[in-house]
């Protein structure tokens, strides 16, 4: 029922982090707005058995409750600037900490602009972004950080083993888990190859003597 009425579009859109997993998921289920609405609101839907079970009725509620898609636009005017700052960190091309302040102030103006420069929408939201940013805990934890990123990367590639052509309709959690398992099991054998080495360097001390 929900692909005819989407037109065989998914409302789930998994992506390489939970982040932004959780962002483009908002961003599917707006586009689908009309889709959805349509739907509960149908004969076939009031007609299905779903429609009679709590938990039909309570996703029925949510849908058709303009606060819940009130509170979806207000976030994607908020996420999607910062989501911007997050790729230009993210990025390989060039070092991002030279433009990361400036890239910090452009997604704060896109808000506002987002808000339609209403002061009593965007300066909360502000507000939050200042406290985080303008903290010496903040300067502690960038200045604490690696030049590398090679154990970002190295999850990553778990992920791409996990996300295929045949898996790729894995719930967020079920690839979270998946992609644990993985890492830990890798990090499990290179600790048995250090001990193993370790063992073997005494063996041969031992036997040198």
């Known amino acids: 029922m929900l692909k005819k009425f989407t037109k065989g579009r998914d409302?789930?859109?998994?992506?390489?982090?939970?982040?932004?997993?959780?962002?483009?998921?908002?961003?599917?289920?707006?586009?689908?707005?009309?889709s959805l609405m349509s739907m509960f609101s149908s004969n076939e839907w009031k007609s299905s058995k779903f429609s009679s079970t709590p938990e039909g009725r309570k996703v029925q509620g949510m849908a058709l409750d303009s606060r819940l898609w009130k509170d979806i636009i207000i976030c994607l005017k908020v996420v999607v600037p910062l989501m911007t700052v997050l790729c230009l960190v993210d990025s390989d091309e060039k070092p991002a900490m030279d433009f990361i302040y400036d890239g910090m102030d452009c997604a704060k103006e896109k808000i506002k602009i987002n808000f339609n420069n209403v002061n009593k929408s965007y300066e909360p939201i502000w507000n939050i972004i200042d406290e985080r940013w303008e903290l010496k805990k903040f300067a502690i934890c960038v200045l604490s950080l690696t030049c590398s990123s090679s154990g970002c990367e190295r999850?990553?590639?778990?992920?791409?083993?996990?996300?295929?052509?045949?898996?790729?309709?894995?719930?967020?959690?079920?690839?979270?888990?998946?992609?644990?398992?993985?890492?830990?099991?890798?990090?499990?054998?290179?600790?048995?190859?250090?001990?193993?080495?370790?063992?073997?360097?005494?063996?041969?001390?031992?036997m040198s003597g």
């Open 11 to 34: 409302l789930v859109r998994p992506d390489m982090t939970r982040f932004a997993s959780a962002y483009l998921t908002l961003s599917c289920l707006n586009d689908n707005k009309a």
């Open 155 to 206: 999850n990553w590639s778990s992920f791409e083993m996990v996300i295929e052509l045949i898996r790729n309709r894995l719930h967020q959690r079920k690839m979270n888990d998946l992609v644990y398992v993985m890492y830990n099991l890798k990090l499990k054998s290179k600790q048995v190859k250090r001990i193993l080495l370790f063992l073997l360097m005494n063996f041969i001390i031992m």
